[in-house]
């Protein structure tokens, strides 16, 4: 093990030590072709050593890891593989509100000086007890250079603007993709979104500064071109070449992927794995476009089975749990997602020996709904429903609960032609749902079709599942 | 003139060079000393140099500048004074809109390579053309280093966290705020603003972040203290030291000032020039708080008479004509705001040797009205409106015209206590409204008293004038 000897290890080393003014040439489509490219077991060995350097980190400075390591018998010395470091407990994002509540703002897992803390941002959710995020100014370094080399194997150069459309606040996907794309050198346009009247407003400047970049959701990205046609705008003049994604799970789903990239004439790239990983482009489609590559050089990931938190073998389909390499401020030392994925082995076509996520991360563990003893993920049924022709741009999923029967209906809203073609194009598309639906969900649902424009469109991440089962059983309880 | 000579200038030169690791000890009130504390004649001096250099990048490059010289038969080689360069015509912003609709996206004003251009912000407004502007990496950092010197000057240090509640998108006032709190080495927390459900949540983390300075618009601020106050939380409780804010004339106005103190139990801090300039803290306030103090060696500003652009000695009030000394990517050479303020010569109590803005920018040219023969500035009712004991937190002016005549009404706002106070408390604030005003004004407005929570309030800047005059030719010109 003389990972540290290995000059081709491009400075691999704990600390994280970054040339802020290295660029590969344009025409190199690797940032760091040797790390990138290395035989994966070669790569394993290095991550062993970062492990074991980020818990002993974590060990000496933060009382949350090392009481829970305590407890569960283990010590950093004593991770000799990665099949020892399997049985570190997974922390789940409930133990990171707790610690934080305990000990605020930052929580007990700090493991630098609260004065280092340089940059705040948090989760965004609106309910609950929020949790902070608290970045030093060396790991906000870090974020912006990891990110540089994910973007770099989306295509994005120097020569590129990349648009940002996406809300400035806590979510640290604005901020990633923004310092990410600063460190590549490229030019930057940090539109945001979220204000009213501000979509109107980006179609106006996308038409007049024409970047070649976009970044946001992929419901963002819908709503906009949704926006610009209204205004009698193509988004295709917008002349946009790479949009890219995260925050949803959308731009993998390869009728919204095809979706976005008929309406805008670019090509789409899924990446992003959690609010509380920076850097969250960890997980990233390269130009290859073979599913996301898992940039275990950045954040170790392991995709686990959901009930013992062990690596699943290449091919299986389990939660991925993460472990921050680089970050010293608030490491996360397999913080356990909940999502839903499948892991296959590496190489991809495009040369990189990372494992990929064939289909991106599809749903969670967490959203899943049983209907009369099926396993159903909203991301199914989405991927049904917006492949149907005549499909409006929006649906909703109600789940209720009629006598003691679960319901699964569907709202699906079509598009004006299937509305000009009249009643029994409408009906056509209903039946074609509730056919496709139930072929690949193994249930039936009711789907109703509704014109265009009924449903309400979001700016930031859609949700589509209503689960009034609740409501049934409270009725149930109070007579 | 052996200025490059200088060692006591600070490394002053042309472009800047600003050391990125340089930091005073905490106790030093002064960024860079000598420069701040210089005599005002050597200054000037020194300026004349940087406006000759900048004048010079301007003719080599920019079509737009070297035209307009030109056109008024000058060189920079001749201008050899502060008075000479009295003679180079103002840019308005309509001009630069002009430039940019000819030459898109940046206008010929632009004196880099375009893809040199780092950063893409712009004009907010949400009428006409947009104008871009266009920030090299090198201008990037120019703004965030002379940020960092007036904040200094406010008294925030590295151990401050700074809150930005002010939108970030095309708007330069968040991203300036952002670039000099960080180079200062302060903790950010840039949350923004302006999505729904945003102000609430800006309360619940300003409770449990308990950041030492905050920025945004005054009209924000006190919005966001009468949402915490919804809530049951007092704005005292976040243990804000710091306010600082722009984009509005309100940090200037006693009253608007007197108020927010009140409510945060915090100093208040105003600055800011024009959304066209950056560094937009060019004009700001320092720890004396005895006015802005107008940062010539960071953009020489003069104010001038409004029909000659000529400058006015201390004490005339005029509207300021602002030229960036250090800016290369899109530099402005005597751009006219069209705001109006009184100067005074320095030097401020503090010890810096700049001009003052005593009351600030209390208004715009163009925003006066005439209401029988007398020139009214709505600032100066903001003023009178804002100090009634029992002001509600927010009102209107509206001018219209009944039969031939200008009518000034405005609507007021009372608060919860006089309305508790029943209907002659009412009366009694409305009466000693229209008393104030008329005193204030030399004209009559007629006051109406509305309830609390009447008036829509506004997350970035107030638009309080409501000009009817229009409405009332049009319906003559039509008989």
């Not at 482009?281 to 950045?298: F, K, P, T, Y």
Request: hydrophobic residues 40%; glycine residues 8%; proline residues 6%.
């Amino acid at each position: 093990m003389a990972v540290a000897d290995r000059g081709q290890m491009e400075q691999w080393t704990w600390p994280a030590r970054y040339d802020e003014a290295y660029l590969p040439a344009d025409d190199e489509p690797y940032w760091f072709r040797v790390r990138e490219t290395m035989p994966p077991e070669e790569r394993e060995a290095a991550i062993l050593e970062r492990i074991r350097e980020v818990m002993r980190w974590c060990w000496d400075r933060a009382p949350f890891y090392r009481r829970r390591c305590s407890d569960a018998g283990i010590h950093p010395d004593g991770i000799r593989s990665l099949e020892d470091f399997e049985r570190v407990p997974v922390v789940t994002k409930e133990e990171l509100r707790v610690t934080q509540a305990a000990h605020p703002p930052f929580g007990d897992h700090l493991c630098v000086d609260e004065t280092e803390v340089a940059h705040v941002h948090g989760t965004s959710g609106t309910t609950g007890r929020p949790t902070a995020f608290g970045i030093s100014r060396d790991d906000w370094r870090v974020v912006a250079n990891e990110h540089a080399r994910v973007q770099w194997s989306m295509g994005i150069r120097p020569a590129d603007t990349v648009f940002i459309g996406s809300f400035f606040s806590l979510y640290m996907g604005s901020w990633g993709t923004l310092i990410g794309a600063e460190r590549l050198g490229a030019r930057v346009f940090p539109f945001g979104a979220g204000a009213q009247g501000q979509t109107r407003r980006a179609v106006v400047w996308l038409k007049e500064m024409r970047p070649s970049a976009f970044y946001g959701t992929p419901s963002y990205a819908l709503h906009l071109a949704e926006v610009a046609r209204e205004m009698g705008v193509d988004p295709r003049a917008f002349g946009i070449r790479t949009l890219f994604f995260s925050g949803e799970p959308g731009a993998s789903v390869p009728t919204i992927r095809g979706r976005i990239e008929e309406l805008y004439g670019g090509l789409v790239f899924d990446s992003g794995s959690m609010a509380e990983i920076s850097p969250w482009m960890n997980l990233g489609e390269s130009l290859a476009r073979a599913g996301m590559l898992v940039w275990q050089d950045i954040v170790y990931t392991e995709v686990c089975d959901p009930r013992t938190y062990r690596r699943l073998p290449y091919g299986g389909e389990g939660t991925p749990v993460y472990t921050t390499l680089h970050r010293r401020s608030q490491p996360m030392v397999r913080l356990l997602s909940n999502d839903l994925t499948r892991w296959e082995a590496g190489p991809s076509p495009c040369g990189r020996t990372y494992p990929i996520l064939p289909r991106g991360i599809y749903g969670r563990i967490d959203d899943m709904f049983t209907i009369r003893g099926e396993n159903v993920y909203p991301s199914a049924i989405d991927e049904v429903v917006m492949a149907l022709p005549g499909y409006g741009g929006e649906h909703r999923i109600v789940i209720t609960r009629a006598e003691a029967m679960d319901e699964l209906a569907v709202r699906v809203e079509y598009d004006q032609a299937t509305a000009a073609a009249g009643d029994s194009a409408v009906e056509a598309l209903r039946r074609r749902a509730e056919t496709e639906l139930r072929t690949v969900l193994g249930v039936g649902a009711r789907v109703s079709a509704v014109p265009p424009g009924t449903l309400e469109r979001t700016e930031f991440k859609a949700r589509r599942v209503i689960d009034d089962r609740d409501l049934w059983r409270e009725a149930r309880r109070s007579v």
